[in-house]
């Protein structure tokens, strides 16, 4: 795992962004998997401000959401479609056909969704890159805690901590979903290279757990040690548990100085 400890909240959203920005220069119809949540936030207005000032374009570039609640339509503000629309998509050139979230439309079974939205993305050639964060109990998209390990997108039950974490979202508890789709842990580990973002103190927990601890579906996170391209992005307060962090910073100083090494000869 690559693991790069940036200074605050901001640079890691900078350096997120930067990273899909690359990707669609080297590869402009990329398949972007992406999240919702607080944490990718800043990095969505980093890569809309990036848009309006320079040439990037999404116009074929497809992407994948994780996850979306179940029994909330697309259009109710609450909905993941509708944060994505209003955090990045009504921003950019993106075509909204290309736009995939795991929503079931009207009249459709919810347990059809999952094995729909797996051929959804086999059919655009996988996902180039999958953004994630991280829940407070190591959940990667709606893969709460127990969730199996090689398990593909489904309906899954929320834990009450999720819940209390996205409570403050719904005017009322009776309107907010306990249940919701999500890729699952190995949908997410098909994709090609995967860039996790963590930030705040409250995430130091589940960043140790995921990182240096062993892999379990305890801690659904810790599966990303398994994949081969991972990339960590965290701030000083999420990275504050980790017991070898100096040597990550290490890591990326040495990685520094041989890619100065190798432009320079
Ligand atoms: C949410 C989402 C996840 C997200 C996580 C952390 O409930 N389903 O995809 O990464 O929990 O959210 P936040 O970034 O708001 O802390």
Known sequence: ??????????????????????????????????????????????????????????????????????????????????????????????????????????????????????????????????????????????????????????????TRETIANNREYFDDAASQPQLAITMGIATIMDANEILLLATGAEKAEAVRQSIEGPVSSMWPASILQMHERVTVLLDESAASALEKRDYYNWVQDQKRLLLAQIENS
């Open 1 to 158: 795992m690559d693991i790069v400890i940036l200074k605050d909240s901001e640079q890691v959203a900078v350096a997120g962004a930067r990273a899909l920005q690359d990707l669609l220069t080297k590869k402009p119809d990329a398949v972007l998997g992406l999240a919702t949540g607080r944490t990718p936030l800043a990095m969505y207005r980093q890569l809309v401000a990036a848009y309006e000032k320079s040439s990037m374009s999404f116009r074929d570039a497809t992407t994948f959401n994780l996850d979306e609640y179940l029994g909330i339509k697309p259009a109710d503000p609450q909905s993941y479609r509708s944060y994505m629309q209003r955090e990045l998509f009504d921003d950019i050139d993106i075509e909204m056909s290309n736009t995939h979230l795991p929503e079931c439309v009207a009249g459709e079974n919810p347990l059809d969704v999952g094995p729909r939205y797996e051929e959804e993305i086999r059919a655009r050639g996988g996902i180039d890159l999958q953004v994630l964060g991280i829940g407070q109990n190591g959940h990667i998209g709606f893969n709460e805690p127990s969730s199996s390990l090689s398990s593909r997108t489904r309906v899954k039950t929320l």
